[in-house]
């Protein structure tokens, strides 16, 4: 019997189906060990040597494994083409080595991007070793994620700077807060556009203002009314003009390249409103269904036999006027694809119609449609060109007819209705025609700021820009919402949420690398050169941690009022838009503080002045009239002659003969019922929250919210006091890199 080990148990079953007697198929269920969670588990000083550990949960994966690995012959391991399957592959022979488990049975490494049965029999007809090299890239790339994450984020901990920095996560945070900035320091210039309303022969259309008294009008020519109102007087309409050029000719408009990961999730999320963690969820249950070739990929190409499949089926379907006279060749845009060999098409073009429903039916018949109209022939359009003069100004119009639809009668890339049929059609016209102006429309308008990213856009972005790689897209747009360096509105536009703006400012001071466009997409290309053999595991390292390291033992011990005066330098403009940051209360300067309960601006003249206002989604101005007084007062009045105070010693509440200490509260959280109870001497039991299991010690990690001196981590002995209840993997990392005291004998 012969084993095969895949990622996924759905993809398991399809291919077990496939193959019959003689094999089993099991599943690893992804990745099966990672480093160990805690400070120290890749040793610097031994060639980055990695301390790995089963990840929590996968022993079972891994018995059921050895159980039919006992009775295999030969072992097959099949998990995904790209980089990271390629280390499941090399994580799971090295386990089974390690347990003596392999002895006389051959393990053979085979690839296969689709799930069918003719291209799982060709791979298992061609076997390889693990390639060496695509293990090495994820080597590099998994110890430097781990380095920075236990480099950097114990000083955003310490300070309440932020949750954590990733390598690529805090690229892409940086560009949402860039933009945020050129929006709120966009200025608005005003520019006018003058249109005729023509007939001719009982037909309407419009023409635009290209040319007045010999001078060329462009989009902020006109800059003000006083110059469009000189044109309006000088036309005077009604008024005749007369055909003074036409230019007729024949347009062709080509088919988009199939799918890449990339362009997926972008035409997901513009068509079918998918998040690009959506898009990757359902493209998965296709691939692993068999419907759809591999879903993470860079490359624009389609194999041989799929190519003669399309062209088959169009000739069929639509003609042979819909096949062009060769195939369709597209060039893959980044210069590192790699990994897939493949676009992302269906694996069989006989019909568009499957038993899918659903987001997998929406998401398959995008795939089908863009990937048969890529195989057809271009869109023809007759165009034609007409100037107008009138009165010493030409007016401009371009009409367009499609004469073949070609790929358009299967797949239209614009949503917009007007854009989709691409035609504006004008009567029949010849040179010296009159042309009647019937009217003139003016019309004010003001340049408009960049828009915000949206999941597409961004993830368009970092790819033009070389950062991240097709498997990494969706982790980074969820990783940025979840840790809540961003939000999304209705319209799933990005904004920076005062802890995003909080981590970019203080990256970009102290860690410029880190979050310098430039520098990742380097690291990214060296990640890539490894991959290919051209550069090595040690040196790569080497180059990026040596500088990183001396970046962060630098910064330790940087005093944190000399970060927050930086932090306010950066975010000067964003919370103070009208520049005028005095204290409403004692002119004193306002600036931004950090606090365990996230940041807030308060007054230079603390203690003295208790100016507070909390930061949450648009910052108002501090000179509002609305800005409630409970911010500007050491008090706020409950009701039952109960007050809430801050005194001295901190926030308290009193009944006027009792006070008891409230330093959990503040104006916003302190309600009467927490009052009365406080003053009762009444403690309601607050049950622990479990957030999870520690896989080093496979013990329940505790989250208690209301301990003797604030919210706390426990598991097994081990305590921590914590500001807010944290991630699993936060929790994980503070509990395991917590030193537990031992008593001496004495």
């Given amino acids: 019997m012969n084993l095969l080990i895949v990622e996924s148990p759905s993809k398991a079953k399809t291919i077990e189906k496939y193959l019959g007697n003689g094999w089993r198929v099991v599943a690893s269920v992804g990745h099966v060990r990672d480093l160990v969670p805690e400070s120290g588990s890749v040793d610097i000083q031994k060639d980055f040597e990695p301390k790995w550990q089963i990840m929590p949960g996968k022993e079972k994966q891994l018995k059921i494994i050895t159980d039919e690995l006992k009775k295999a012959d030969a072992v097959y391991l099949a998990s995904d083409p790209d980089r990271e399957g390629e280390a499941i592959a090399w994580h799971i022979n090295d386990i089974l080595n390690a347990r003596n488990l392999l002895k006389g049975k051959p393990v053979y490494r085979v690839a296969f991007h689709e799930i069918t049965k003719n291209a799982i029999l060709a791979a298992l007809k061609n076997p390889r070793e693990i390639d060496n090299n695509l293990v090495d890239a994820y080597l590099v790339r998994r110890i430097l994620d781990y380095l920075i994450g236990f480099g950097i984020s114990p000083l955003l901990w310490r300070r309440n700077l932020g949750k954590s920095a990733g390598r690529v996560q805090s690229v892409a945070v940086k560009l949402v807060v860039e933009r945020e900035k050129e929006i709120e320091q966009f200025k608005p210039v005003e520019y006018w556009s003058v249109a005729a309303k023509c007939g001719v022969q009982k037909n309407e259309f419009d023409a635009n203002l290209i040319k007045f008294n010999g001078k060329k009008i462009d989009k902020l020519t006109l800059e003000n009314k006083n110059m469009v109102d000189e044109i309006v007087s000088t036309i005077k309409t009604p008024a005749v003009g007369h055909i003074c050029d036409i230019e007729k000719k024949q347009v062709q408009r080509h088919a988009s390249a199939p799918f890449t990961t990339s362009t997926l999730q972008q035409e997901a999320a513009r068509k079918l409103g998918f998040s690009s963690k959506r898009t990757m969820a359902t493209a998965q249950k296709l691939y692993e269904s068999g419907f759809i070739t591999y879903m993470r990929t860079d490359a624009t190409n389609l194999s041989n036999e799929a190519v003669t499949e399309i062209r088959e089926y169009i000739t069929k379907e639509y003609g042979n006027n819909f096949v062009p006279k060769s195939a369709n060749i597209y060039v893959t845009k980044s210069k590192n694809a790699q990994e897939a060999h493949e676009a992302i098409r269906p694996t069989h073009f006989i019909s568009q119609k499957t038993d899918l429903s659903g987001d997998e039916l929406k998401l398959y018949n995008l795939i089908w449609k863009r990937t048969i109209a890529c195989q057809m022939s271009n869109a023809l359009f007759d165009s034609v060109s007409v100037d107008i003069d009138v009165k010493n100004a030409i007016f401009h119009c371009v009409g367009t007819t499609r004469t073949f639809d070609g790929f358009m009668k299967v797949y239209i890339e614009d949503s917009d209705d007007e854009k989709e049929q691409g035609e504006t059609k004008l009567p029949q016209l010849n040179i010296n025609d009159e042309i009647e102006i019937k009217e003139l429309i003016s019309e004010q308008h003001f340049t408009m700021p960049p828009a915000r990213f949206t999941e597409a856009s961004l993830v368009k972005k970092l790819e033009e820009l070389g950062i991240g790689r097709p498997s990494t897209y969706a982790t980074i747009m969820s990783t940025i919402v979840d840790r809540k360096y961003v939000d999304q509105d209705k319209q799933h536009r990005f904004h920076p949420t005062v802890a995003g703006w909080v981590l970019v400012s203080y990256l970009s001071n102290y860690f410029h690398d880190l979050v310098d466009v430039n520098f990742t997409a380097k690291t990214e290309d060296t990640l890539d050169d490894v991959s290919n053999g051209k550069r090595d595991k040690l040196s790569s390292l080497k180059s990026f941690w040596t500088p990183t390291n001396e970046t962060i033992e630098s910064v330790r011990d940087i005093k944190t009022a000399d970060i927050i005066e930086k932090i306010n330098e950066f975010m000067h403009n964003h919370l103070f838009q009208n520049n005028d940051n005095k204290c409403p209360k004692c002119g004193g300067k306002l600036g931004i503080k950090l606090s365990k309960f996230g940041a807030f601006i308060g007054c230079s003249n603390y203690p003295k002045c208790g100016f507070t206002m ?133």
């Fill in 614 to 746: 909390k930061l949450s989604g648009d910052i108002p101005d501090v000179n509002d009239e609305n800005v409630p007084e409970n911010n500007t007062s050491k008090e706020k009045d409950l009701g039952e002659n109960i007050v809430f105070k801050i005194g001295k010693f901190g926030p308290y509440v009193t009944n006027g003969t009792k006070n008891v200490s409230a330093k959990k509260y503040n104006f916003d959280t302190i309600t009467l019922d927490i009052a009365r109870e406080l003053l009762s001497g009444e403690k309601k039991k607050v049950e622990p929250i479990i957030l999870g299991k520690n896989p080093k010690t496979d013990k329940a990690i505790y989250y208690y919210p209301d301990g003797r001196y604030g919210p706390y981590l426990s598991s097994n002995r081990v305590n921590v006091s914590v500001k807010e209840q944290p991630s699993l993997e936060t929790a994980i990392d503070l509990i395991n890199s917590k030193k537990t005291f031992v008593r001496k004998a004495k």
